[in-house]
């Protein structure tokens, strides 16, 4: 397969695709033992964690699987929930922290989705020009990473969650910095508190929730206001929401754009970490790469993420009003940062959702 194949409606190879019953389009990696090369196929299917298993040989599952689960399955697919699985197990060892700005700091940690497709992650620390932190997409709290927020001040007021996937870390910086605001989509807060098995995910309340009514507000606090813009990508399957940092020109986002490969995020960790699965690794990074073109990337884009909800219109409306603001660094919590010439780069890859058609 290249990458000028159209590309399935709907990309489910995210956490919730495979904890939970889904009647979509799909592009699914499911290993065998097979030695052949893996296929990227999509389908049509309800997809649940049955038979979902994951070893070193890796191919593509294409069929039905039944919403009915095995006992000992269900077992099985619900160690895929734990937060254990998402950690690294020594995360001062591997974190790089980085201050793109002097206000603003991010830590990078390696991360694998599914132990395979390396992604990495991110979580950014921004002063405001009140002196509050705010912390977006919060990774694992090491003391390096406390000694940092001790650096800038000390007050953490905010801990935003970057979408409804990127929460993992939201209790444990609550239980360190109590008098913070817990701010995020809406609909994340019922999603943990769903969870009942894992210690990582507490059931704390949220003080704000963007939704599609008030998608474009930033009336978390006056002070919040006064810094930054916010635009909640709703019509994104992972409900995105994108800060722009005004004092220092800051795109802050979590999954609306990859920047792969993962190079700062993978710097601390072993070389034999860095390698392995590399045929799926080149095929992901091949549709979230910004470099040259970027035609994977746009296809990517255009086929499937914003087709995701089947609300294209307003995923351009998103995009249209998050390219009218006057950054110059994005940010993005996969992928390399962008410091200069983000703008450019931005209008690149969105290029058809500006123009509202390909």
Known sequence: ??????????????????IRPSNHNYFVLQPSSSRH?????????????????????????????????????????????MSSKLIP?????????????PNVVTVSVPFARFGIIRV?????????????LAVFSPVALTPETQAKITELGGNV???????????IFITEWAKAYPNAKIVGPKGLAEKRAKVQDDPKIGHELFAFEWSAANKSSN?????????????????????????????????????????????????????AQKTGHGFLNKIFESINSTSGEAKGIKRFLWYVISNGT?????????????????????????????????????????????????
């Open 1 to 18: 397969m290249t990458i000028n194949r159209t590309l399935p409606r709907t990309f489910r190879v995210t956490q919730n695709s495979i």
């Open 37 to 81: 090369h893996p296929k990227l196929i999509s389908g049509k299917s309800h997809l649940t964690p049955a038979n979902i298993k994951f070893s070193e040989n890796i191919s593509i599952y294409n069929g039905t699987i039944p919403r009915a689960l095995p006992s000992t399955q269900a077992r099985s697919a619900s160690t895929l929930t």
């Open 89 to 101: 197990s020594n995360p001062s060892d591997v974190a790089v922290l980085r201050s793109v700005t």
């Open 120 to 132: 990495g992650g991110r979580g950014t620390i921004i002063r405001l020009t009140s002196g509050t």
């Open 157 to 167: 007021g905010y801990i935003i969650a970057g979408d409804i996937e990127h929460h």
């Open 219 to 271: 009336a978390v606090s006056e002070e919040f206001a006064a810094d930054f813009e916010v635009e909640y990508v709703d019509a994104h399957p992972n409900k995105e929401v994108v800060l722009f940092y005004k004092p220092d020109r800051v795109l802050i986002e979590a999954d609306l754009m990859f920047n792969l490969p993962a190079v700062e995020q993978y710097s601390r960790v072993p070389e």
């Open 310 to 358: 089947k609300d294209r219109p307003s995923f351009n409306t998103s995009v249209q009003r998050i390219a009218s603001w006057d950054f110059d660094t994005i940010i993005p919590c996969h992928g390399e940062t962008v410091v200069g010439g983000g703008k450019e780069l931005f209008n690149k890859v969105f290029e058809w959702h500006l123009q509202g058609h390909k």
